[in-house]
């Protein structure tokens, strides 16, 4: 069965693997990080998780050196190099590496957490329901998906507006280089909620620690398994 409609794959991470965390961090002050281990700390060493779009991978390593069996999918060998780098350096399981479009691989089922830590951001507001769609396909009946990325756009227009142009240079950068898609920020929690899910935990992250909180790590499960 297919969910996804196929906007072509950003490839092109290779180009910015060595450079991505030094960008997210000069960009976010920390808060990117922040929230993708925020998520990664939630779960259950006893866990099958699913990592989608690890990047580098500091939470891949965190989650397999803590004993969980974590399975990766990125486009970019690059990335998923540089992830395995970390976990063997930390020590740990070593991940099952899947080096593909995540939007066609429908052999994993099952998992009891999906993680996807600033990858909806990578695709339109069009393809977000296939995205979510994809991601519950991947996870267990109970289980759970984390998405940590950009918090929904404020209502205060002034607040709106800056949040946008905040947005809006990296995405930029990224839309250059990789080939991701050019959009507003999403609403994530709305999205989710529209795809019949209820978030069950929240965080919201500051911008180098004392800005505004613009990024937020939230954990949805199916509202009928609540
Ligand atoms: C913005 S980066 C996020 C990296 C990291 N998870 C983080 O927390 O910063 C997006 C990642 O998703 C990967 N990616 C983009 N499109 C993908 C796709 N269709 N299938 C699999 N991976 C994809 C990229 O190669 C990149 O590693």
Known sequence: METCSKTPPSRNYDLLANCYDLLTAIWSGGAIRAARLWCAGLLDPEEDVLVVGPGTGEDVSDISFRGARVVIIDLSKKMLEATLARCRRKGGLAPEVIQGDFRTEHSIKNQDAVLAPF????????????????????????????????????????????????????MAIFHLFTGSAWHLIHNIPAAVEQAGMVIVERKRFRVFGIGPTWIEAIVVKMRNEV
Not at 126 to 143: H, K, R, V
Not at 150 to 164: D, I, K, T, W
């Open 119 to 170: 990858v909806l951001n990578v695709f339109s507001s069009d393809e977000l329901p296939q995205i979510i769609a994809q991601l519950q396909d991947f996870t267990s009946d109970g289980g759970r998906i984390l998405i940590s990325d950009f918090a929904p756009p404020a209502n205060f227009l002034p607040s709106r507006l800056l949040m946008e142009l905040w947005h809006g240079f990296p």
